[in-house]
T-cell receptor, first 116, second 110 residues
Framework: GAVVSQHPSRVICKSGTSVKIECRSL??????MFWYRQFPKQSLMLMAT?????????EQGVEKDKFLINHASLTLSTLTVTSAHPEDSSFYIC????????????FGPGTRLTVL | TQLLEQSPQFLSIQEGENLTVYCNSS?????LQWYRQEPGEGPVLLVT?????EVKKLKRLTFQFGDARKDSSLHITAAQPGDTGLYLC??????????FGAGTTVTVRA
């Protein structure tokens, strides 16, 4: 199967700081990147969708100025949580989608963010 | 409100028993996926179903897609402790965004 990496896998930061999460598709090109957030014992909630070279589209209730998404290349996308607060503590998962695929998305291993 | 309703939310069974997880919606999906997720990891794709009435088997797992492409089920035969995990169904309504069900936490006791 396709290989997707996320870095870091875990991060602990102080309230008010910013955290950048990287997502790389290692053996394919991702024209579309989805970013999800998952709270404990809950399902995945879509935060935003980005296409390479374009601005991300955010889901309702997700602050675009707080969660900065960059999809500068077909193999790399980043999510920056700015001025993080404890309520931002969650499991963040990227999900790249290849062009021409038939509705199958690949998922990264996730990043556990804990904001103190 | 979730587009996809999964049931049950929790399932705890003894090793060797069978189990079924259901995924229902009032919407029609062009495709539906089932994933299994372990704590601290991303979801891993188990199967994709695209045709109404389709049945797919993956060893002890059997997946069905409803005739109207609104519902699906996952059946595990002779469950093993290694089947423990969070099972998620996710549907694509045609806009390339996956909508996830709330998930079913399955625990198989040895």
């Amino acid at each position: 199967g396709a290989v997707v990496s996320q870095h870091p896998s875990r991060v602990i930061c102080k309230s008010g700081t910013s955290v950048k999460i990287e997502c790389r598709s290692l053996d394919f090109q991702a024209t579309t990147m989805f970013w999800y957030r998952q709270f404990p014992k809950q399902s995945l909630m879509l935060m935003a969708t980005s296409n390479e070279g374009s601005k991300a589209t955010y889901e309702q209730g997700v602050e675009k100025d707080k969660f900065l998404i960059n999809h500068a290349s077909l193999t790399l996308s980043t999510l920056t949580v700015t001025s993080a607060h404890p309520e931002d503590s969650s499991f963040y998962i990227c999900s790249p989608r290849t062009s021409g695929s038939t509705d199958t998305q690949y998922f990264g291993p996730g990043t556990r963010l804990t904001v103190l | 409100t979730q587009l996809l309703e999964q049931s049950p939310q929790f399932l705890s069974i003894q090793e060797g028993e069978n189990l079924t997880v259901y995924c229902n919606s009032s919407s029609v999906f062009s495709s539906l996926q089932w994933y299994r997720q372990e704590p601290g990891e991303g979801p891993v794709l188990l199967v994709t179903v695209v045709t109404g009435g389709e049945v797919k088997k993956l060893k002890r797992l059997t997946f069905q897609f409803g005739d109207a492409r609104k519902d699906s089920s996952l059946h595990i035969t002779a469950a093993q402790p290694g089947d423990t995990g969070l099972y998620l169904c996710a549907g694509n309504a045609g806009d390339y965004k996956l909508s996830f069900g709330a998930g079913t936490t399955v625990t198989v006791r040895a």
